[in-house]
């Protein structure tokens, strides 16, 4: 089986604050993903990546940063935490299908909270 | 603006019913996918249908897919308490990501 980990599954931190998100797949999958989700406004794509050190801006990347040094691992940075960056975090992989954007993998979140 | 807006946002059923979502989206796709998530977890993929199909079915999950009305539906039937998830639907537009709705939240009560 697939399976996605993220660092922590709950993380407060203060304004101002640099935070690391970490993410790791054992299924030696291309592609990889950060998603922020908030009530209301489901999964927003914030980076992906399809390959080591490429990073693509998804939907709302202000404020983000992505590193992907390692195939099986992708980070998502928050350079300057503020209040409004407080969310479920989700990472997601997936192979390079065939046919468009195959079936992706989801690890459990992280809720951060930023004081 | 979300590629995907899924029908109903909340859906409440008695055990045994069938359960219907929809989603409706807005430009072309290679692929729709339905997810789903138990609360506070991760989303597991349910089933992908292509654009070329227009019916699938895995176990008690039935989705349709209409390209000339960009919406598909998920039918959940006999539906259980076990069934009570958030569901989302998602769209491949060939960005090599995927776009998610909003979701249904579904409750089946026992």
């Known amino acids: 089986d697939v399976k996605v980990t993220q660092s922590s599954r709950y993380l407060v931190k203060r304004t101002g604050e640099k935070v690391f998100l970490e993410c790791v797949q054992d299924?030696?999958?291309?592609?990889m993903f950060w998603y922020r989700q908030d009530p209301g406004l489901g999964l927003r794509l914030i980076y992906f990546s399809y390959d080591v050190k490429m990073k693509e801006k998804g939907d709302i990347p202000e404020g983000y940063s992505v590193s992907r040094e390692k195939k099986e691992r992708f980070s998502l940075i928050l350079e300057s935490a503020s209040t409004n960056q407080t969310s479920m975090y989700l990472c997601?992989?997936?192979?390079?299908?065939?046919?468009?954007?195959?079936?992706?993998?989801f690890g459990p979140g992280t809720r951060l909270t930023v004081l | 603006s979300q590629q995907g807006e899924e029908d109903p946002q909340a859906l409440s059923i008695q055990e045994g019913e069938n359960a219907t979502m929809n989603c409706s989206y807005k430009t072309s796709i290679n692929n729709l996918q339905w997810y789903r998530q138990n609360s506070g977890r991760g989303l597991v993929h349910l089933i992908l249908i292509r654009s070329n199909e227009r019916e699938k079915h895995s176990g008690r999950l039935r989705v349709t897919l209409d390209t000339s009305k960009k919406s598909s539906s998920l039918l959940i039937t006999a539906s259980r308490a076990a069934d009570t998830a958030s569901y989302f639907c998602?769209?491949?537009?060939?960005?090599?990501?995927?776009?998610f709705g909003s979701g249904t939240r579904l409750q089946v009560q026992p």
């Open positions: 997601a992989s997936s192979s390079s299908g065939g046919e468009g954007t195959d079936t992706q993998y």
């Open positions: 299924m030696d999958h291309e592609n």
């Open positions: 998602a769209t491949d537009t060939g960005r090599r990501a995927l776009t």
